[in-house]
């Protein structure tokens, strides 16, 4: 069982930056792969991020070159660093924990989600 909790979303102007951090409680994190994921409001929520346990990235083609998903297995934390951001990245931010990829039913664990608006 793992237990996620998000914290740093904000209001952040366009263009600027923003860091969601994801703690997580419980046995072997460190051999999940990782995930963020995204819900605007009337929209199905969707892959933004993913880290496998060997390192391996993938990013929506939305936020890459921009967002980047990181990890700290001693600390059993994760991380989304947010750059550039537009008003289209507003959305509660949700990490998540399991097989991983771009797919939200590989995913076992979630956490209670963050809100992040970007004004314009």
């Known amino acids: 069982q793992v237990h996620l909790v998000e914290s740093g979303g904000g209001l952040v102007q366009a263009g600027g930056s923003l860091r969601l951090s994801c703690a997580a409680s419980g046995r072997a994190f460190s051999s999940y792969a990782v995930g963020w994921f995204r819900q605007a409001p009337g929209k199905e929520r969707e892959f933004v991020a993913a880290l496998t346990w060997t390192g391996r990235t993938a990013y929506a083609d939305s936020v890459k070159g921009r967002f980047t998903i990181t990890r700290d297995n001693l600390k059993n934390t994760m991380s989304l660093q947010m750059n550039s951001v537009k008003p289209e990245d507003t959305a509660v931010y949700y990490c998540?924990?399991?097989?991983?990829?771009?797919?939200?039913?590989?995913?076992?664990?979630w956490g209670q989600g963050t809100q992040v608006t970007v004004s314009s």
């Open positions: 998540a924990a399991g097989l991983g990829g771009d797919n939200r039913q590989s995913y076992d664990y």
